[in-house]
């Protein structure tokens, strides 16, 4: 799916909530399966935090992560990802998993993208 269609997707997620009665944590995401990131097409995973671990379509299990909070619109969330992929690297680690984006603050909180906050994490281990 292309990063426009996210609103599509997480509309198709909401709507399962009462029908599949169960309550969101306010924590929704993204995760991202390709190599390369790419903007109109890539293998992405949005997702809604639910309260009933046993209901949901996958879990996220803990891990080990490399992790940064970028600040502003998602047009300079790239800034954040070269700079955790970089950090990785330098001190001798290794991705280990797909990375995944949570959404702490957006627009449906807050208007000003200034304000948005979103928490970007990368799976790793010691090489």
């Known amino acids: 799916m292309g990063v426009d269609e996210f609103e599509k997707y997480y509309g198709t997620l909401f709507e399962r909530v009462p029908g599949e009665r169960v309550t969101p944590t306010g924590l929704n995401g993204a995760r991202y399966y390709d190599e ?75 208007p000003s993208s200034e304000d948005w906050e979103t928490e970007v994490y990368f799976p790793i281990r010691k090489k």
Request: charged letters at 25%; glycine letters at 8%; hydrophobic letters at 35%.
């Open 36 to 110: 390369e990131f790419n903007h109109e097409s890539s293998d992405i995973e949005v997702f809604i935090g639910i309260k009933e671990k046993e209901k949901a379509d996958t879990v996220i299990e803990p891990c080990e992560c490399a992790m940064t909070i970028h600040r502003g619109g998602y047009s300079t969330l790239s800034e954040a990802y070269g700079a955790v992929v970089s950090r990785i690297a330098e001190n001798g680690y290794e991705i280990a998993g797909a990375p995944f984006d949570l959404y702490i603050k957006n627009q449906f909180d807050t």
